[in-house]
């Protein structure tokens, strides 16, 4: 999870952070804020794609470092003047729909759910002591799939070489005694 998704969007903060800070020490202010904005929604649109969830640790782990990544945009946002609340009264936060899981258990794709918006408010209680989470307080995202994640076909058709005698282990072609 970490190589795959958070490592791609840590270098992207940091491209972003860098350009905030240079527009800063330049004197742009509001350009600075507008570098770290555009990074927030690029982080807020992300969506990963867990085909086989189980419970959702997965998807629960990414939700929490993304949360995390998110927690450092908004402390830029305030050091560049800008208050964070104003992004989650506007709905721009990283949440439990950009989390998707395919799971062929039924009860196991319920609790993934469950486990995503537990971690969501986890995180919200956390960070923002007893103050009220965005309303409502859990949505209907359908996010979670019960079904198989495997793609349904008519037929298999398997390909062998017509000279497969003349394929090295690797795959590769080598040529027959008669040709060389």
């Known amino acids: 999870m970490l190589p795959t998704v958070i490592e791609p969007l840590r270098d992207d903060w940091s491209d972003a952070q860098a350009a905030a800070l240079l527009l800063a020490a330049e004197g742009r202010p509001a350009e600075a804020r507008e570098a770290v904005h555009a990074f927030h929604r690029r982080l807020c649109e992300v969506r990963v794609l867990d085909p086989a969830c189980g419970s959702g640790n997965f998807l629960y782990v990414t939700l929490e470092h993304m949360k995390r990544l998110e927690g450092e945009v908004f402390l830029q946002l305030q050091a560049l003047g800008e208050a964070q609340e104003r992004f989650e009264t506007e709905g721009n936060t990283v949440d439990p729909h950009q989390l998707l899981g395919i799971e062929l258990n039924p009860r196991a794709a319920a609790i993934a759910e469950l486990v995503l918006w537990i971690g969501y408010l986890q995180w919200h209680f956390r960070t923002r002591g007893n ?14 799939e019960h079904r198989d994640a495997v793609l349904a076909c008519e037929r298999v058709e398997f390909v062998i070489p017509t000279n497969a005698a003349c394929r090295s282990p690797a795959g590769t072609a080598r040529p027959s005694k008669s040709t060389r």
Do not use: H, S, T
């Not at 103050?131 to 979670?144: E, G, H, K, S, T």
């Open 131 to 144: 103050a009220n989470p965005p309303q409502p307080v859990l949505r209907d995202f359908r996010n979670i």
